[in-house]
């Protein structure tokens, strides 16, 4: 059974990084999620092992539409494509119903998934990143469709890379190596880069 225990951390660099095959994504100052939908009982725990699924209703239906999966994301408030992290985090507090209900209407969060761990019956976390993105890509398309609350984190790259990072309000840059398989704890792998002013 994977559980928060088996999430991929990144590391910071030792050196700059050189060499093809990475592969580079924004972090927003989310709240990190292990995704688990498994028959039809739906969690979303937090990386410390949290249970937030009433927290966040709103991500729960729209991972209620997908098969049996566990995907890894990051919970965000976006507002003009900026994380209101505060905004989250108030969210993430509430406790009673009607407050909940409301604050999934008025102040919606999103998954933004960068990972799938596994499908169905079958574990994909031997497999390189590059193949397990497009197998999430897949089943988040045509399970989930155009419901915006559930969609896989893009890959950014060229030059300015962390400065366009910081434009936009994101606390690092998460360079990735390609043909790197899922591993828990941290790892080599995984890179975090902070944006200028981090």
Not at 124 to 142: C, S
Not at 153 to 166: D, F, K, M
Not at 174 to 186: F, H, I, Q, T, W
């Given at each position: 059974?994977?559980?928060?225990?088996?999430?991929?951390?990144?590391?910071?660099?030792?050196?700059?990084?050189?060499?093809?095959?990475?592969?580079?994504?924004?972090?927003?100052?989310?709240?990190?999620?292990?995704?688990?939908?498994?028959?039809?009982?739906?969690?979303?725990?937090?990386?410390?092992?949290?249970?937030?699924?009433?927290?966040?209703?709103?991500?729960?239906?729209?991972?209620?539409?997908?098969?049996?999966?566990?995907?890894?994301?990051?919970?965000?408030?976006l507002e003009r494509g900026k994380p209101q992290s505060d905004r989250l985090r108030r969210r993430?507090?509430?406790?009673?119903?009607?407050?909940?209900?409301?604050?999934?209407?008025?102040?919606?969060?999103?998954?933004?998934?960068?990972?799938?761990?596994?499908?169905?019956?079958?574990?994909?976390?031997?497999?390189?990143?590059?193949?397990?993105?497009?197998?999430?890509?897949?089943?988040?398309?045509?399970?989930?469709?155009?419901?915006?609350?559930?969609?896989?984190?893009?890959?950014?790259?060229?030059?300015?890379?962390?400065?366009?990072?910081?434009?936009?309000?994101?606390?690092?840059?998460?360079?990735?190596?390609?043909?790197?398989?899922?591993?828990?704890?941290?790892?080599?792998?995984?890179?975090?880069?902070?944006?200028?002013?981090?």
């Open positions: 059974m994977i559980s928060h225990r088996d999430l991929m951390l990144a590391s910071s660099p030792a050196r700059p990084l050189d060499g093809d095959g990475w592969l580079y994504e924004l972090q927003y100052d989310g709240i990190r999620v292990l995704a688990i939908r498994q028959g039809t009982k739906t969690r979303l725990l937090s990386q410390r092992g949290k249970d937030l699924s009433a927290s966040f209703p709103e991500i729960v239906a729209g991972l209620d539409k997908l098969p049996n999966i566990v995907l890894d994301g990051e919970l965000v408030i993430a507090r509430l406790k009673d119903e009607v407050s909940i209900r409301n604050a999934s209407h008025w102040e919606p969060a999103a998954i933004l998934v960068f990972d799938i761990l596994r499908l169905g019956k079958k574990d994909l976390r031997k497999l390189p990143l590059l193949d397990r993105r497009e197998i999430a890509r897949t089943a988040l398309h045509r399970a989930v469709g155009s419901f915006k609350r559930i969609r896989l984190v893009q890959q950014i790259g060229g030059s300015g890379l962390r400065e366009a990072a910081a434009g936009l309000g994101v606390q690092a840059v998460v360079a990735k190596r390609a043909d790197s398989p899922y591993r828990a704890g941290r790892s080599r792998d995984w890179v975090k880069i902070r944006t200028p002013g981090e």
